[in-house]
């Protein structure tokens, strides 16, 4: 398998080092006070007054070794279980952001509980998908009660997908509204715990803050066993120095803390070491989510991920981009190339444009394509006796071809990438067949999948309790 660093080992070491310094003598703050006490009864040093807990080098490395380097994710329809490790890649579209593009007009709408399933039933019929974001995560859902979002988005999202459909953890409330939810779905508290079907995102807070809602959210999570990508989102120059390297030291910091206080909740609990790093762009004073710096931070948090035993968590194919444009093409390719090739283990973020703010339908099944042709170029070159074709190749002869071969036919598809959406045709055969750009072909597509598609229904049994929690949550005061 190709593979790409950006480290050596010396300075992935150097960075744990660094890392461990930090959390020693610097210490996080930890606003959760349950997350202190963990912390404190391990042997940490823990000011209750000023929230900053400095955790000793040894507590650290206890607690990493029970985080575990594998673990499954299952699925509705077991065909779309997710076995996670520090060798697979898996891809985890965005479906909820605040706003959503319109290709037909050009501009972008509040994304809505409509835009939220079609978004939820593209990702199901498109194959490079597998781990689910949805529309639990998003804070607000046009139309829908804001204190209600979190359930209607979970809603909408299980019923448009028979894959891993991620929930909330942003505080506890939601986490626990949400976890009612899973457990309907999975048949209940005891079989949730023994498959986990959902996971959610943790962000500590750079620099060096575990704010106390999503905390306590992730150890609800924590209580059922449930994965949890523990990821920070620093940007050097910003919130973390300019220097990769020290972007790096206090991210790892950041991230295994969080894991830390996750193991000490529940010894062995599924997580991802996880990264949204990227640049502050000091022209503009916004992050630069599209920048190739991304990719570098990707491939060298991979490398410490797996220097910890642990499935990283990445973010790719974003753009700064308004349009489904060149500036688009570029920045997703380049980073996706690299998060993959890096050793990036779940890979978020396809779907997006306009510096994360915009999800795009479009963009979704472009990503997907690009996403495919990735996966063609990690299975690297097969050698052997039948690939080498020396017996086609004295068949034919010189200045024959092997068109009517059956070798060709045998390898055709195992060998070569077959893109649906670009267009490979004559200028003169593309402009007979109306002349369309990549994404005027993604949004014909869209139009088909959201047409054609049919996702596994959920038992009737089990809609019904949802939507009965649904009710319950919105006529609860926000």
């Avoid at 891809?91 to 593009?101: D, F, V």
């Avoid at 529309?135 to 448009?160: C, E, F, K, T, W």
């Avoid at 986490?175 to 048949?187: F, N, S």
């Avoid at 000091?282 to 190739?292: L, S, T, Y």
Wanted: glycine content about 8%; charged content about 20%.
């Amino acid at each position: 398998m190709p593979s790409l660093k950006v480290l050596s080992d010396e300075q992935v070491y150097d960075i744990h080092r660094a890392a461990l310094a930090i959390l020693g003598n610097t210490g996080v703050l930890v606003k959760a006070p349950a997350a202190r006490d963990l912390l404190r009864r391990a042997g940490a040093d823990v000011d209750d007054e000023t929230m900053r807990c400095r955790i000793p080098a040894d507590v650290v490395e206890a607690a990493l070794k029970h985080a575990p380097a594998s673990f499954t994710v299952y699925a509705r329809n077991p065909a779309h279980d997710v076995h996670v490790s520090t060798q697979t890649l898996h891809y985890e579209p965005m479906i909820g952001r605040l706003n959503c593009y319109d290709y037909a007009t050009g501009t972008t709408h509040r994304t809505t509980l409509e835009d939220v399933g079609h978004l939820v039933r593209l990702a199901d019929a498109l194959p490079s998908y597998h781990l689910l974001h949805s529309g639990a995560i998003m804070p607000q859902i046009d139309g829908v009660p804001i204190h209600a979002a979190h359930v209607y988005g979970y809603l909408a999202s299980v019923r448009n997908s028979s894959k891993v459909i991620k929930a909330t953890s942003r505080t506890r409330r939601l986490a626990e509204d949400c976890l009612r939810m899973v457990a309907a779905v999975a048949g209940g508290e005891e079989e949730l715990r023994r498959r986990p079907c959902t996971f959610t995102t943790d962000n500590p807070v750079a620099p060096l803050q575990h704010d106390r809602d999503q905390t306590e959210g992730a150890l609800e999570f924590a209580k059922y066993g449930l994965p949890i990508d523990v990821t920070s989102e620093p940007q050097a120059g910003a919130t973390a120095p300019v220097t990769l390297a020290g972007l790096l030291a206090q991210q790892t910091a950041d991230v295994i803390s969080g894991i830390v206080i996750i193991q000490l909740a529940n010894p062995g609990n599924p997580v991802w070491y996880g990264t949204c790093g990227s640049i502050m762009d000091m022209r503009v004073g916004r992050i630069a989510i599209g920048a190739v710096e991304m990719g570098l931070i990707n491939v060298a948090s991979a490398q410490i991920a797996h220097f910890y035993n642990l499935p990283c968590r990445g973010t790719a194919s974003a753009t700064d981009s308004k349009l489904l444009d060149i500036q688009a093409g570029y920045e997703k390719a380049l980073v996706l190339t690299m998060a993959a090739l890096g050793g990036v283990n779940k890979v978020f973020y396809p779907g997006t444009m306009e510096g994360a703010l915009t999800i795009s339908k479009e963009s979704l099944v472009i990503d997907d394509e690009i996403i495919g042709g990735l996966y063609r170029v990690l299975e690297g070159i097969d050698v052997s006796q039948e690939t080498l074709a020396l017996e086609v190749i004295d068949r034919v002869g010189p200045g024959g071809h092997y068109l009517g071969q059956r070798h060709t036919m045998q390898f055709l598809k195992r060998e070569q990438f077959i893109p649906r959406l670009s267009d490979r045709q004559t200028r003169e055969k593309w402009a007979e067949a109306g002349g369309q750009s990549m994404a005027d072909r993604a949004h014909e597509r869209v139009a088909q999948i959201l047409a054609e598609h049919r996702v596994d229904p959920l038992p009737a049994g089990v809609e019904a309790e949802l939507e009965r929690i649904v009710r319950e949550v919105e006529a609860r005061e926000a």
